[in-house]
Structure formats: C-alpha cells, structure tokens
T-cell receptor, first 114, second 113 residues
Framework: DGGITQSPKYLFRKEGQNVTLSCEQNLNHDAMYWYRQDPGQGLRLIYY???????QKGDIAEGYSVSREKKESFPLTVTSAQKNPTAFYLC?????????????FGDGTRLSIL | QKEVEQDPGPLSVPEGAIVSLNCTYS??????FMWYRQYSRKGPELLMYTYSSGNKEDGRFTAQVDKSSKYISLFIRDSQPSDSATYLCAMSQIIQGAQKLVFGQGTRLTINP
C-alpha cells in the first residue's frame, strides 16, 4: 500500500539534545511538508521541499532543520535551539510541486521533553 | 485576526443527526478548500476538496463554499459514532510557485449512540 510513514510514533528529548524525525513516502510524490500541531491549534508549516536537494522555510522554521537527499525521504531535525519542542509533528506530501492539490498526511510523531 | 476561523467546539450530537461544521476566512487569495478528519493520535485524513463556490457531495458528506461571503461548510448526514473525530478545514493559495495551506484550529465532534 502506498503512503507516508513517520517514525518513531513517540519520541522523548533531553535538554540540549537534537532529535531527528523520519518521514518516508512511497507515493512518488514530488513535494513534501512538515507541520507542527499543538493542542487546540491548527497545523503550522515548518519546512517544505518541492524537489530533491531543495527546501524552503515555512512559518515557524526557527530551531528546526531538514534535508531532502532522496525523493522519498524528508527527515526533520529538532535542534536544541527549539525551546518548546513538545508537539505533534506531521509530514505531508503532494503529487507535484506547485499548484493547488490535496496534501496527504502521515500518522505523526509525538515529541515530548524528558 | 486569524486568516481562518473555526469554532473549536466541542460539538456533541445524537447518532443520525445532521452535523454542520463551518469555517470563515479573510484572505481572498484562497483558491482551494479542503476538509480533513483527524482521529486521536492519527494524522489528518482528507475528506473532500473543492475549488469552486457551490456544493460538492460525496456519500454522507457535502462540502459547501461561498466565496462571496468567505465561508465554507461541511455537512454530515446520518451521523455515525465512527464520525466522532476532530474536523479541520484548510485553505490553499500559491505563493512564489508553492502551495501554502492555512488550517483552522479544528472542531472536535462527538456522535452519541
């Protein structure tokens, strides 16, 4: 079955530690996105990538970094500079870059502070 | 003022009722409108999407867009306990060649058997 796989499902971070969240898709989609969801809030865009080896900052990129070395993979690193990292992180993809089209989501990673 | 406003609820209705979920928006540049359903601890699942004003129906679900009033709705007929979830509206525009979505904060819906 095609889809977006996020791992791990739950992740705990210690103070001063960087952690990396995995997002893999086998849909052959060009564009991928990372969102953060806080309780009672809508999703907010962290980073997006429309093509391999290229990515752009979203609305809340500070304290995060990404890479896009392969079409199917778009990992997100939450760095120690992100002072409030506790949230539900969602990865999404679209078939092509540009244009209005549905975004499809993975099942998320819940990150908490130890 | 937020670009997209959605009543967070919670909304609780009896099984079989018609449910109306609504979002308003302020940005005329939004061109594409979506509704997602999100179960607890899961990612959002796309329910419906539409470009144009008017109604779009899919089974028990109807999406309605009124661009002149900047208002979108999702109607659920014959609601079932399995419809209990958080419903998110999302609106899209193209900025510098890239799609940008803005989400409502979600409405938590409970269908009581």
């Amino acid at each position: 079955d095609g889809g977006i796989t996020q791992s791990p499902k739950y992740l705990f971070r210690k103070e001063g530690q960087n952690v990396t969240l995995s997002c893999e898709q086998n849909l052959n989609h060009d564009a991928m996105y990372w969102y953060r969801q806080d309780p009672g809030q809508g999703l907010r865009l962290i980073y997006y990538s429309q093509i391999v080896n290229d990515f752009q900052k979203g609305d809340i990129a500070e304290g995060y970094s990404v890479s896009r070395e392969k079409k199917e993979s778009f990992p997100l690193t939450v760095t120690s500079a992100q002072k409030n990292p506790t949230a539900f992180y969602l990865c999404a993809s679209t078939r092509s870059r540009g244009g209005n089209q549905p975004q499809h989501f993975g099942d998320g990673t819940r990150l908490s502070i130890l | 003022q937020k670009e997209v406003e959605q009543d967070p609820g919670p909304l609780s209705v009896p099984e079989g009722a018609i449910v109306s979920l609504n979002c308003t928006y302020s940005n005329s540049a939004f061109q594409y409108f979506m509704w997602y359903r999100q179960y607890s601890r899961k990612g959002p699942e796309l329910l419906m999407y539409t470009y144009s004003s008017g109604n779009k129906e899919d089974g028990r679900f109807t999406a309605q867009v009124d661009k002149s009033s900047k208002y979108i709705s999702l109607f659920i007929r014959d609601s079932q306990p399995s419809d209990s979830a958080t419903y998110l509206c999302a609106m899209s525009q193209i900025i510098q060649g890239a799609q940008k979505l803005v989400f409502g904060q979600g409405t938590r819906l409970t269908i009581n058997p």
